[in-house]
């Protein structure tokens, strides 16, 4: 499968290297997100992670008034994860320190992953990929890293053309 196109303010923000036209001219290019409240649909897990994360997006203008659906699914994910991790947390208290991944099936019988495994399982997959979009995973950081540009010979220092995102990124 054939990798997607890099949209064009993301090739601006590396410098574009290649020096090849910056692309379509048509691109829809969304303003910046500044209203940064979360979605009232996310849950409260989800609007904690929203508003942890979106601030730090906003900042480095990742986060785009395109990217609000995404990047709240993302949000609910991570949410769900957390959810997961505390009922499954709880179980082991209740337990008196007992393992809660493994129970019973329902005549008792059957050992079985415990469903909140699953659920954490699902969004941790749904979380990491949403995730790496927005630079949030050390591969997604490595996709977005800004590369500083020198001089033809090498002369430039870095600190001269150091972007305020590189800063971020780093």
């Not at 036209?21 to 609007?47: F, V």
Request: aromatic fraction near 6%; hydrophobic fraction near 35%; proline fraction near 8%.
């Amino acid at each position: 499968m054939a990798r997607p196109p890099k949209p064009t303010a993301l090739k601006r923000a590396e410098g574009n290297r290649g020096k090849r036209p910056l692309g379509d001219k048509r691109e829809p290019e969304p303003e910046i997100l500044t209203d940064l409240a979360p979605p009232n649909w996310l849950s409260e897990a989800g609007k904690a992670v929203w508003e942890r994360q979106a601030p730090r997006l906003a900042k480095i203008k990742l986060l785009t008034s395109a990217d609000v659906d995404v990047f709240a699914i993302f949000c609910q994910e991570t949410g769900n994860y957390i959810d997961a991790q505390r009922q499954l947390n709880a179980l082991q208290a209740a337990g008196g320190g007992k393992s809660p991944l493994i129970v019973r099936g329902n005549e008792g019988k059957q050992p079985q992953p415990n469903p909140w495994l699953i659920v954490q399982s699902m969004a941790s997959k749904k979380s990491l990929a949403l995730g790496r979009e927005f630079g949030m995973t050390p591969v997604g950081r490595r996709q977005l890293a800004l590369e500083v540009q020198t001089d033809m010979f090498g002369f430039a220092e870095k600190s001269t053309h150091e972007t305020t995102a590189g800063r971020y990124l780093q």
